[in-house]
């Protein structure tokens, strides 16, 4: 299995606070993504990382802000958390861009109340 | 963008029923995926394909990309196979990032 681990794996927050969620990877791959994971929708991109410092934006990336200062790191932030954030999120791993196999963290479950 | 569909959305079968799980994609891609998660756990590659078929154990996984069209079949289906499987597409143009199906519930009973 692919060094992935993700902190907290639960959290339940209230509306208006923010909200840290680590990724950190063993494998040295230079692309890492942040997914949420809803009822009825598939996964969706929230933010991605091609490199230390260097970030992109996905299809659902309002309310949240990531940052990597590190290879192995990838935190995503919720500034000011809202319920329609309550979600399962994943972080993921590859080694290149387009064809490339994605390894998944086994996922966070944050709940906003 | 991608739109990528599966079928059944729920699919539920004795022991030992061959099993088949369906994706349509509506543009070229580079790469269809296949994954596994288990209720309330994590996602794992089952298969990566461009072309033709890979086979691992007794999962097969086909691909017609003239078709815009992947199977995922299980063969001796068993209750440990339970479990969402989703199909995911890396498309041939724009930013080549991943285009996920919502998924497919399979429940394979004794």
């Known amino acids: 299995d692919a060094g992935i681990t993700q902190s907290p794996r639960h959290k339940v927050t209230e509306t208006g606070t923010p909200v840290t969620l680590r990724c950190h990877q063993t494998e040295n791959h230079r692309y890492m993504y942040w997914y949420r994971q809803d009822p009825g929708h598939g996964l969706r991109l929230i933010h991605y990382s091609y490199g230390v410092k260097d970030t992109d934006k996905g299809e659902v990336s309002d309310g949240y802000s990531v940052s990597r200062s590190k290879t192995e790191d990838f935190l995503l932030t919720l500034e000011s958390a809202t319920s329609s954030q309550t979600s399962v999120y994943f972080c993921?791993?590859?080694?290149?861009?387009?064809?490339?196999?994605?390894?998944f963290g086994p996922g966070t479950r944050l709940t906003v109340t | 963008k991608n739109e990528v569909e599966q079928s059944p959305q729920n699919l539920t079968a004795q022991e030992g029923e061959f099993i088949t799980i369906n994706c349509s994609y509506s543009v070229g891609i580079s790469a269809l995926h296949w994954l596994q998660q288990h209720p309330g756990g994590g996602i794992v590659s089952l298969f990566m394909l461009s072309s033709g078929k890979k086979k691992h154990g007794r999962l097969i996984a086909t691909i017609n990309i003239q078709e815009k069209h992947s199977s995922l079949h299980i063969t001796a289906s068993h209750p440990r196979d339970s479990a969402v499987y989703i199909c995911a597409v890396t498309s041939n143009f724009g930013n080549e990032k991943l285009t996920f199906g919502t998924g497919t519930r399979l429940t394979i009973i004794p």
């Open positions: 993921a791993i590859s080694e290149g861009q387009g064809p490339y196999e994605q390894y």
